[in-house]
């Protein structure tokens, strides 16, 4: 059977090429922030979770004829995963009065729809997958007072303690991680309002006497290894099936404190991480609708989000 025009125009280079520019270009901040791309050679295979009773730890890189060479890798749990399978459709309709030049248009078009969609769902699979690793019991509970409503205490006191639990976290890879914040949005608003705080903040260049613009990427700078902290600004529907909408953040109360690699690998003791195919994100392609009365573009692609090193990250709920 002959090829169809979509499915001629769905394989060109340069399509793809878009598809997957969008792709590396599109992750929300958030999600890319907390649980970084790993990019890996096969959808299946293993990584290392670190646990209290397997931690990362300093190799010895020393040989000689009289000892075995070390092995790396064997001081965690080797824990499979699986980048499940992921897709998005995009109807085309009136192929056959479009031009190849209007169909891939109309694809790229589509490619940058189906992103954002795949996109707000990765944020919050990430978010969530986050939480839950970090239940608000036990030595990872923090309970806190920024808002002052009965007093405040300091955030970056309460930070930096957090700080140096996450550094201690990642055992002997704590040195040369990345310390990363993630503040929920009430949680920021708490922070930068809070006495111990706005107070630091250095006026902006032409704002009128007196008032400082604080803003979260500076924020860092007052804690201990210079962070690199983020505010989370997704909101999503709590309102039960059939209520009326009822709009809250994801993150609200909460910051989350851990460590990463900007580039995370399978063995590193990262708090989280994406497990993606290389190169094989948003591929797209075409497919004829079940009733032979159409075709439809599609865009596919497969990651699997793991939490490797819960003990490199803490939680704060903001009361």
């Known amino acids: 059977m002959a090829e169809s025009i979509l499915s001629q125009v769905s394989s060109r280079p340069t399509l793809r090429e878009y598809a997957f520019g969008l792709s590396q270009s599109g992750v929300l901040p958030l999600a890319g922030f907390i649980a970084p791309t790993c990019t890996v050679s096969k959808s299946v295979g293993f990584f290392l979770r670190y646990t209290d009773k397997a931690r990362f730890r300093r190799q010895d890189t020393r040989y000689s004829l009289d000892r075995p060479v070390t092995q790396v890798g064997r001081e965690g749990l080797h824990v499979p995963y699986n980048c499940t399978p992921h897709a998005l459709d995009f109807p085309i309709s009136n192929l056959e009065k479009m031009e190849a030049e209007d169909i891939e248009n109309e694809l790229m078009e589509g490619a940058r729809i189906l992103q954002e969609a795949a996109a707000l769902d990765h944020e919050y699979s990430v978010i969530n997958s986050a939480l839950a690793a970090l239940p608000q019991s036990g030595a990872q509970y923090n309970a806190t007072q920024w808002s002052g409503s009965t007093g405040f205490s300091n955030p970056i006191a309460d930070l930096d303690a957090a700080i140096k639990k996450v550094i201690l976290g990642a055992g002997g890879g704590g040195s040369n991680m990345k310390i990363r914040i993630a503040f929920g949005f009430t949680a920021w608003l708490n922070c930068k309002n809070n006495p111990n705080i706005s107070d630091k903040f250095v006026v902006a260049a032409g704002a009128p006497p007196g008032i400082a613009v604080p803003t979260v990427d500076m924020f860092g ?7 690199q902290c983020m505010e989370a600004a997704m909101v999503q529907d709590v309102a039960p099936e059939g209520k009326l909408q009822s709009f809250g953040f994801l993150l609200d109360n909460d910051v989350i404190v851990f460590a990463c ?21 948003m591929v ?11 075709e439809v573009a599609k865009f596919d692609w497969s990651e699997d989000i793991q939490n490797t090193n819960t003990l490199a990250a803490f939680r704060l709920t903001i009361s």
């Open 221 to 227: 700078k007052f804690l201990m290894r210079n962070p």
């Open 261 to 281: 690699q900007d580039e995370p690998t399978r063995l590193d003791p990262s708090f989280m991480k994406t497990f993606r195919l290389a190169d094989k994100f």
């Open 284 to 294: 797209p392609g075409s497919y004829v609708r079940p009733d032979g009365r159409g």
